[in-house]
């Protein structure tokens, strides 16, 4: 792990680690680890089967106890009669990707001597930062919509978190945390602001590197809600320093705010008011790394797409016919995938589509599924 400090992607401000800031503090734009981590080859601890083999890459030393987080299988499949591989990530500890975010986080917050962490999250994020915490010997406070499905919390309860309900839209949720932060020895452990988190799961990716053999795939089909799996694997891919994979960012049909400036062709991304889908963990209207997602798919060679309900509906079972048992939102890479192909969009080599959470954490969800004719 080398040197480094917190630098703002819009002012360039700088600031140590120490500051513990999760935002910038003159213009309260997005933060990132600056310099760039880099990976070097030979630097991997192969004796680890954790995504801590990737120490040297990441910006924090690895934790004396792990949850095993990492190297999720990466497993051939298909759709539509098509070959693909599939990432595996709702097979992580907690039954998500954000797992990876949250293990990097958390080890960094209890390494600075947090006592305490804030989060405002109603699903899987809330339970991966619960159990980090609790496996730092950390408390969690995890802040959720009012209108929250308690099913979606118990998870973050069995960790030992404690829960509040805050009546109000999604901002005043975040503000809540944010304010609960501002008590001695507490820090904001934000999955959508916080640079670490996105370090973290950058090893998505490296993992997918490692797996093919040391090549990048052609394309990468990923949901995208806050985004931090796009940022994640722009990162991976400044580690390296060859050119990467394109990526493709899926959300919701009905919460669409990248796909909306995408087809706008504007810089910034305008917040949209989410509508109803069962793409739950996507329903972000507004999300704070907007501007550098869309030029991350730039320049890539990549995109945003919309995948409307019904798509979404008949790519999940199309997945659990495989034996995926995955929740809704893991399917949206998938279902845009389909979608691309449909419309003639032929890949140069092989392609990635990451499985982000388990269906074991969305029964009423997945019941509705089963259920509908």
């Known amino acids: 792990m080398s040197s480094w400090s917190f630098r703002c992607t819009y002012c360039g401000a700088q600031f140590p680690p120490e ?4 935002r910038c503090l003159r213009c309260r734009g997005v933060l990132a680890v600056d310099p760039p981590l880099l990976l070097d080859r030979g630097a ?8 801590w083999r990737y120490a040297r890459a990441l910006p924090v030393e690895p934790p004396a106890r792990t949850l095993g987080e990492g190297m999720t299988p990466l497993v051939p499949g298909q759709l539509d009669g098509e070959p693909v591989w599939f990432k595996l990530d709702f097979l992580l500890p907690t039954g998500s990707f954000k797992d990876r975010g949250a293990s990097v986080l958390v080890a960094f917050l209890a390494r600075a001597g947090v006592r305490r962490i804030a989060v405002d999250s109603s699903g899987n994020a809330a339970a991966a930062l619960a159990a980090y915490a609790a496996s730092h010997g950390l408390e969690a406070l995890v802040f959720a919509p009012a209108d929250t499905a308690s099913e979606k919390l118990l998870q973050s309860r069995a960790y030992g978190a404690r829960v509040e309900l805050v009546p109000g839209p999604r901002e005043v949720v975040a503000a809540t945390a944010q304010a609960a932060a501002q008590e001695p020895g507490t820090a904001y452990a934000s999955h959508n602001w916080h640079p670490l988190f996105a370090e973290g799961t950058k090893t998505w990716l490296l993992e997918v590197w ?11 089909f990923v949901p995208a809600g806050g985004g931090s799996l796009v940022l994640g694997a722009a990162l991976a891919v400044q580690g390296v320093g060859t050119p990467g994979p394109v990526l493709v960012a899926a959300q919701p049909e009905s919460c669409a705010p990248l796909v909306r400036a995408w087809e706008r062709q504007t810089r910034e991304v305008e917040p949209v008011t989410p509508g109803p889908t069962l793409a739950e963990g996507a329903r972000i209207g507004a999300p704070p790394r907007g501007v550098l997602l ?19 509906v008949e790519t999940v079972r199309l997945l659990w016919r495989q034996g995926l048992y995955v929740e809704p939102t893991a399917a949206l890479g998938a279902a845009a995938y389909r979608l691309a192909r449909r419309r003639g969009w032929v890949p140069d080599g092989p392609v990635v589509i990451v499985l982000t959470g388990s269906g074991l954490k969305a029964g009423t969800v997945v019941r509705h599924v089963i259920d509908q004719v």
Do not use: K, N, Y
Not at 44 to 51: F, G, N, R
């Open 19 to 22: 500051t513990l800031v999760w």
């Open 44 to 51: 991997i601890e192969v004796s680890t089967s954790t995504l």
């Open 210 to 220: 490692e797996q093919l053999g040391g090549m990048w795939p052609a394309a990468c």
């Open 294 to 312: 869309l030029e991350i798919l730039r320049q890539c060679g990549g995109w945003p797409e919309a995948v409307p309900e019904p798509q979404l």
